[in-house]
């Protein structure tokens, strides 16, 4: 079993980022055997944290995930093949994404699992990927249902002032000027005066959750439009 175990340890460093080995004790308490060397390496923690603390790395878990962690180990308990993605705080504060497959061991009578033997990936990256693209698709809709001369996105500040983060169409063809950084109180130096306290009714009603459709007069270089 031993070679066994070293043999599996050896080729789990070549197809994942860490490899690990608990063993179950009668009363259903899991108790860490070994993990390969790139877990220190991938987390920054070292052994004595592992083996020789109180805590363990489950407890490094994001508190969205702990739940799904619990059950998880539950099913691998009860003999049961688990995969699962989870939020794992390293030495670092940070947190990385990771995708854990466990696969438990019964003893001779198949009457309770002994071992679990697991493989851990790191897909931070492959995470990061698929939030930027939803992002981007998000977005992409919102514009398409908005899009005219241009379109834009802005982000509250707490105290009111609005941050463009970007923009999209020939906005430089209708306004002379745009501003970065803006107070909705402030805005409207490019608007008809008639049109000012309108945008500013429309832009509340939008913090609020409400949607707008309003015209208003905007000035550009050959007048107002």
């Known amino acids: 079993l031993q070679e066994s ?8 460093e070549l197809i994942s980022d860490y490899a690990f080995s608990a063993r179950v004790t009668e009363d259903g308490e899991i108790v860490n055997e070994w993990m390969t060397e790139s ?27 702990k739940a799904q962690l619990e059950l998880d180990l539950q099913r691998s308990l009860q003999g049961e093949e688990v995969v699962s993605e989870y939020r ?11 995708r854990v497959k466990r696969r438990p061991i019964w003893n001779a009578d198949h009457t309770r699992v002994i071992r679990i033997i697991g493989a851990v990936s790191n897909i931070t990256l492959e995470k990061e990927a ?8 998000q977005r992409y809709r919102r514009v398409s249902n908005v899009l005219t001369d241009f379109a834009f996105e802005g982000y509250i500040h707490p ?8 923009t999209f169409g020939s906005i430089e063809n209708i306004m002379v000027h745009t501003n970065h950084v ?3 109180d402030q805005v409207g130096k490019n608007l008809h005066p008639d049109d000012v306290d309108p945008v500013h ?3 509340y009603r939008t913090l609020e959750n409400v949607n707008t459709t309003t015209d208003y007069r905007v000035v550009a270089d050959t007048g107002y439009r």
């Open 159 to 166: 105290d009111g002032a609005m941050q463009i983060e970007w």
């Open 182 to 184: 803006i107070h909705i």
């Open 5 to 12: 175990e070293e043999r599996y340890r050896i080729v789990n």
């Open 201 to 203: 009714e429309d832009m």
């Open 39 to 65: 877990f220190y390496l991938m987390t920054g923690y070292d052994k004595d944290f592992l083996f020789n603390s109180d805590e363990l790395p489950t407890i490094q878990t994001h508190p969205d995930d």
């Open 130 to 137: 698929e939030m930027a693209l939803r992002d981007s698709e």
């Open 88 to 98: 794992w705080r390293i030495k670092s504060g940070h947190y990385i994404w990771t």
